[in-house]
């Protein structure tokens, strides 16, 4: 389950386009922070993370957080300032699951790399998902985890939110703020949709008469209701909402760490929390990356991601294109199992703080707090520097984000567990380490 929501110019502090994004996968699903260069490929076609198609004669330098094993990715940005969400969503209309299309990620990265504006990003998207559809699996270990996807497309002008279901979509364009989560949104009102749309709804039986309701047509009510979707999109759109004119990335950023009503037990912050952490059952998932992406002309963007699980215990690092950092050879990728890359070191912390995430926050909080109020002091002095120096300041940046951890990290085990510690929640998670041989002590 994830959350994704955007701001316009006239909504925004600064008159900047700030997209945000959670993504919410599986616990030990590592999610690996990559830059891919702007290149012209030599092949004809590209293999998605399942089926091979068309490759472009240019794709544009990118930015992804992405499932370690996938192709396409959750969230990410591009040298345009072209920055993408992407929601799972659950319909009426069946998937056949036979990985014979497109992944809700794969569609993402394929637009990134290949669109300079958010239209024609989702023109980009439209048109790959009316050729090879969504049929394809996006779940880890659960392959029979099948959904249709929901964007938010933005660049530094204009943002749309985007709705599928099968080979069919509704866009809509956003004028101050807008989120979306884990079901479908735009009813009666769109500015634009997928030739045949109403047709297909018709001949399904799910609408009748002049009036058409894409939400009421096609969202499956069972799947929607216990993603606690409404919830969380409530939740942001209220929190979004009331900081009018005074909203900024760093708002943002305070937003994706939101517990729905309960800080002082991981347990019990549940699926209608926005910052996710995994509980079992009822919470299969967590917050497993998290990105902030403030928008500007000219090539100024910056691009803030954690690069980790859990934004709570986490800080926002900040990026610019063009660059050098996140390509390969130069930043770790997680892998399936344990290792020394940022996502893995941070998941020790992140493991280690949930028996009590209460005092966990009283001993990190005001540090991580304070960091990061200083990368955003000094972002606004840097980002429409040299790239030279916007480089070296990211640079800079993830050193301190990794003093951080290791102190955190050296810091945990001062924590008592929490005495509301459920021992299932225990066993839950004790199952998870054994699977990947993740030791805390």
């Not at 490929?41 to 472009?56: D, G, L, N, R, W």
């Not at 056949?96 to 990620?105: C, V, Y």
């Not at 009018?244 to 019990?268: F, K, Q, V």
């Not at 703080?353 to 009283?362: D, I, M, P, Q, V």
């Amino acid at each position: 389950m994830c959350d994704t929501f955007v701001a316009t110019p006239k909504f925004t502090k600064n008159k900047t386009m700030i997209l945000a994004k959670n993504s919410d996968r599986e616990p030990n699903e590592a999610q690996a922070l990559v830059r891919y260069p702007h290149m012209k490929p030599k092949s004809k076609t590209v293999k998605t993370t399942f089926i091979e198609i068309p490759q472009a004669k240019e794709t544009f330098e990118v930015i992804l957080s992405k499932p370690f094993h996938m192709w396409g990715a959750e969230m990410g940005a591009n040298e345009h300032g072209v920055a993408i969400g992407n929601e799972a969503v659950f319909s009426k209309i069946a998937l056949p699951k036979t990985n014979t299309g497109l992944t809700g990620m794969d569609m993402l990265r394929a637009a990134l790399e290949r669109s300079k504006t958010a239209e024609a990003a989702l023109e980009c998207i439209t048109d790959l998902l009316a050729e090879f559809g969504q049929d394809a699996c996006g779940g880890y270990e659960d392959r029979s985890f099948f959904y249709h996807n929901s964007f938010i497309i933005a660049d530094p002008q204009q943002a749309f939110v985007l709705e599928t279901v099968d080979r069919h979509w509704v866009a809509e364009k956003v004028h101050d703020f807008r989120s979306i989560s884990n079901g479908l949104t735009i009813e009666t009102r769109y500015d634009l949709s997928s030739p045949g749309l109403r047709d297909f709804a018709q001949q399904r039986g799910l609408t009748k008469g002049k009036d058409f309701n894409f939400r009421e047509a096609f969202s499956d009510r069972f799947f929607t209701y216990f993603s606690r979707c409404k919830i969380r999109q409530a939740l942001s759109t209220e929190s979004g909402r009331k900081q009018a004119m005074g909203y900024d990335a760093h708002t943002a950023m305070r937003i994706l760490r939101t517990h729905y009503h309960n800080e002082t037990d991981s347990a019990r912050t549940g699926m209608q929390s926005l910052c996710v952490h995994a509980a079992g059952l009822t919470t299969p998932s967590q917050t497993t990356g998290s990105m902030v992406a403030e928008l500007r002309p000219a090539k100024k963007s910056t691009f803030w991601f954690t690069g980790t699980a859990a934004p709570c215990l986490s800080l926002f690092k900040p990026f610019f294109i063009p660059g050098k950092i996140l390509t390969a050879g130069t930043f770790a990728e997680p892998g399936a199992k344990p290792d020394g890359s940022l996502w893995w070191r941070h998941e020790r912390l992140h493991r280690k703080s949930l028996t009590n995430l209460s005092s966990a926050g009283r001993k990190f909080f005001a540090e991580r707090d304070d960091v990061e109020a200083k990368f955003v002091e000094k972002e606004r002095k840097v980002f429409g520097k040299s790239a030279a120096e916007r480089e070296k300041f990211s640079t800079a940046s993830l050193e301190k984000a990794d003093e951080f951890l290791y102190w955190a990290t050296g810091r945990v085990d001062e924590i008592s567990p929490s005495r509301t510690f459920h021992p299932l929640y225990k066993r839950y998670w004790s199952k998870l380490n054994r699977k990947v041989g993740l030791a805390l002590k």
